[in-house]
């Protein structure tokens, strides 16, 4: 069974950090990918962020460029999505999803986990 686990959200003021994980289980952790979703409120689902350990590709939107960061823990099949600078607007849910790949002509497995709150505060 695929498992999507999100921790690490929270309250935090403007031009603060947090640290999110997702913990992935139940698929070749090696042959896939991690995507990171922002979900703000009443809006769709964007995504944010793409690991993908094979070949270590990395991808970010424009909106969080130079202000997130990737990473993974290969050992406990975990990736992590550093967030520096935060602002408002990254107020959210944020989610993690297993896609075939970070490249254009990937697509997404159809499995999430249930989301981490953040709230940024001004």
């Known amino acids: 069974e695929i498992q999507l686990v999100e921790s690490g959200g929270g309250l935090v003021q403007a031009g603060g950090s947090l640290r999110l994980s997702c913990a992935a289980s139940?698929?070749?952790?090696?042959?896939?990918?991690i995507v990171w979703f922002h979900q703000a409120p009443g809006r769709d689902r964007d995504e944010v962020s793409c690991f993908a350990r094979s070949g270590g590709r990395t991808s970010y939107a424009d909106s969080v460029k130079g202000r997130f960061t990737v990473s993974s823990d290969y050992a406990e099949h975990t990736v992590f999505l550093e967030m520096n600078n935060l602002k408002p607007e990254d107020t959210g849910v944020y989610s993690c999803g297993a896609r075939t790949g970070c490249s254009d002509a990937d697509y997404n497995l159809g499995y999430w986990g249930q989301g981490t709150q953040v709230t940024v505060s001004s």
């Open positions: 139940g698929f070749p952790y090696d042959d896939y990918a």
